[in-house]
């Protein structure tokens, strides 16, 4: 018997992976946590229900959400992770050696724990000794920090469950003022794809921009998210993501996706998404 993984895109529209064994399945205190094996993508993690992460294309999301930032911030050394559980965005962050100090901040230990066992891939620099880990809600985190960090990471589950937090006003506000006055803000921002996802892509950006002084996003293909068309928003108080990218290629990071014409064209959107965007921008005039 065929044993077939399958997230629901929409009511209409699943995407399934063949599964060759389950590797992990429980509950934590927040969600049902999942690891499965599989040929095609290797070892993938699902929160319920909803692919998280895959071996295969992991890369894609975490060098996009990594170092798009570091390349613009000329001296980025402390910074703020949210969520990102699975260790993905701590291991791209600490192959800088100009990072002094990294405080992830995720709700549920459990799926550190989880990662740590089953996906060593993306879990594997939790020791390095400028990680510091609190196993806590983000949103009451942030709350008490003021002008504390060079760039925030926002490596949230989607707008529902544990991560709907992490999509309010009142969160991108706290993130406004934990950051320094150069500081960076970066969301995964969802897809403009389909319907129920771009609504969600565009309430969290008239919130973003409603609080933030510059304000754009960017894309990637990441073949495992929903339709593979991903967004990430870039937030600044000071530094344009185009205008103000440095000299990246100083650090001598190998990287498999990102580089810096890469960089520079994931901020040209297609004309639909830039519709989307704008309309909401507009609402908040």
């Given at each position: 018997?065929e044993?077939?993984?399958t997230?629901?895109h929409?009511?209409?529209?699943?995407?399934?992976?063949?599964v060759?064994?389950q590797?992990?399945?429980g509950?934590?205190?927040?969600?049902?946590?999942?690891?499965?094996?599989?040929a095609?993508?290797g070892r993938?993690l699902?929160?319920?229900?909803?692919?998280m992460?895959?071996?295969?294309?992991?890369?894609i999301?975490h060098?996009?959400?990594?170092h798009?930032?570091?390349a613009?911030?000329?001296?980025?050394?402390?910074i703020?992770?949210i969520g990102?559980?699975?260790?993905?965005?701590?291991?791209?962050?600490t192959?800088?050696?100009t990072v002094?100090h990294i405080?992830?901040v995720e709700?549920?230990?459990?799926?550190?724990?989880?990662?740590?066992?089953?996906?060593?891939?993306?879990?594997?620099?939790?020791?390095?000794?400028?990680?510091?880990i609190y196993?806590?809600?983000?949103?009451?985190?942030?709350r008490?920090?003021?002008?504390?960090?060079?760039?925030?990471?926002v490596d949230?589950?989607?707008?529902?469950g544990?991560?709907e937090?992490?999509?309010t006003?009142?969160?991108?506000?706290n993130?406004?003022?934990?950051?320094k006055n150069d500081?960076?803000?970066?969301?995964?921002?969802?897809?403009?794809?389909?319907?129920?996802?771009?609504?969600?892509?565009?309430q969290?950006?008239k919130?973003?921009?409603?609080?933030?002084?510059i304000c754009?996003v960017?894309?990637?293909?990441?073949p495992?998210?929903?339709?593979?068309?991903?967004?990430?928003?870039?937030?600044?108080k000071?530094?344009?993501?185009?205008?103000?990218?440095?000299?990246?290629e100083?650090?001598g990071?190998k990287?498999?996706?990102?580089?810096?014409?890469?960089?520079m064209g994931?901020?040209?959107?297609?004309?639909?998404?830039?519709?989307?965007?704008?309309?909401?921008?507009?609402?908040?005039?």
């Amino acid at each position: 018997m065929e044993l077939w993984f399958t997230e629901k895109h929409t009511e209409n529209v699943g995407f399934s992976i063949k599964v060759d064994k389950q590797l992990y399945g429980g509950q934590s205190d927040f969600q049902h946590i999942d690891v499965f094996e599989s040929a095609e993508f290797g070892r993938f993690l699902a929160l319920d229900g909803f692919v998280m992460l895959t071996e295969k294309d992991e890369f894609i999301y975490h060098e996009m959400i990594v170092h798009v930032p570091m390349a613009v911030h000329p001296n980025a050394e402390k910074i703020l992770v949210i969520g990102a559980g699975d260790g993905g965005v701590v291991r791209e962050l600490t192959r800088y050696d100009t990072v002094r100090h990294i405080d992830l901040v995720e709700i549920d230990e459990k799926v550190i724990d989880i990662c740590k066992e089953y996906l060593p891939q993306t879990a594997c620099r939790f020791d390095d000794e400028r990680v510091h880990i609190y196993c806590q809600d983000g949103l009451k985190f942030i709350r008490k920090c003021e002008n504390e960090y060079d760039i925030i990471i926002v490596d949230s589950t989607d707008p529902f469950g544990p991560g709907e937090g992490l999509f309010t006003k009142e969160f991108y506000g706290n993130c406004h003022k934990a950051l320094k006055n150069d500081g960076i803000l970066i969301n995964q921002h969802e897809s403009p794809f389909y319907e129920q996802d771009a609504i969600a892509m565009q309430q969290a950006h008239k919130r973003i921009s409603g609080t933030f002084e510059i304000c754009k996003v960017y894309q990637a293909h990441i073949p495992t998210y929903p339709s593979g068309h991903w967004l990430f928003g870039f937030s600044s108080k000071k530094y344009h993501p185009v205008n103000d990218l440095g000299d990246w290629e100083k650090f001598g990071i190998k990287t498999r996706y990102y580089n810096k014409n890469l960089h520079m064209g994931a901020f040209a959107l297609p004309v639909y998404v830039e519709d989307m965007l704008k309309e909401v921008e507009i609402d908040n005039k």
